[in-house]
């Protein structure tokens, strides 16, 4: 079974709207992280914004916000007030449990977003 | 300026040859990873270190061989028993302190290609 799974493959947003791109996952482990990266077309994977498992709020960075929903399993990146700089691959990741050797990140297959000028 | 570098950019392999893939980072990272990314597809583990003299295989470690003789390097070999090396091979380092929160910083990643 897909442990993060990301419906969208591509996405078209006008410049300056708000933007959703879905991540839902999948666990049995009561702890774990989640995290978004941003994949310019240049290939670096640059992160973006962390939530872990016992957060009571909601991330925020800037611009970019995690709207966290723990028993939907669902972390969604919300981007408010898009700009053409936010053209890129975007992944969902999460590593899963406390113990060692659980250091491994498992990404999904990204959303590719595109700002409409 | 702190950060993760690779090298090369670009690395053309004639099958039957092995190649090795530099990473260099000054973060004073203790852990080092390496990824694979195929097109169309998110990273896959290949293989990763928490301190120098150890590491472990991930995911995909077959036709993969790794050393880390220094905390600032990692490099990986990519063998002629990796019977579909053409991809991008993303390097990253973490601190490692707290493996729930702890968040890996990724270098530019190099692109090989086998002819």
């Known amino acids: 079974a897909q442990k993060i799974t990301q419906t969208q493959p591509g996405m078209f947003v006008q410049e300056k709207e708000a933007v959703t791109l879905d991540c839902t996952y999948d666990t049995s482990d009561p702890s774990y992280g989640l995290f978004w990266y941003k994949q310019p077309s240049s290939g670096e994977m640059i992160f973006l914004i962390y939530q872990g498992s016992y957060d009571q709020q909601n991330a925020t960075e800037g611009r970019y916000s995690l709207n966290f929903q723990k028993a939907r399993k669902s972390a969604n990146l919300v981007i408010s007030a898009s700009q053409l700089g936010d053209s890129a691959m975007y992944f969902c990741a999460m590593r899963e449990g406390r113990n060692f050797g659980n250091e491994k990140l498992t990404f999904g297959t990204g959303t590719r977003l595109t700002i409409i000028p | 300026d702190g950060g993760i570098t690779q090298s090369p950019k670009y690395l053309f392999r004639k099958e039957g040859q092995n190649v090795t893939l530099s990473c260099e980072q000054n973060?004073?990272?203790?852990?080092m990873y390496w990824y694979r990314q195929d097109p169309g597809q998110g990273l896959r583990l290949i293989y990763y270190?928490?301190?120098?003299?150890?590491?472990q295989k991930g995911d995909i470690a077959e036709g993969y061989s790794v050393s880390r003789e220094k905390k600032e390097s990692f490099p990986l070999t990519v063998t002629s028993a990796q019977k579909n090396p053409t991809a991008f091979y993303l390097c990253?380092?973490?601190?490692?302190?707290?493996?729930?929160?702890?968040?890996?910083?990724f270098g530019p990643g190099t692109r090989l290609t086998v002819l």
């Open positions: 270190s928490q301190i120098v003299n150890d590491f």
């Open positions: 990253a380092s973490s601190m490692s302190r707290d493996y729930i929160t702890d968040t890996q910083y």
């Open positions: 973060l004073n990272h203790d852990a």
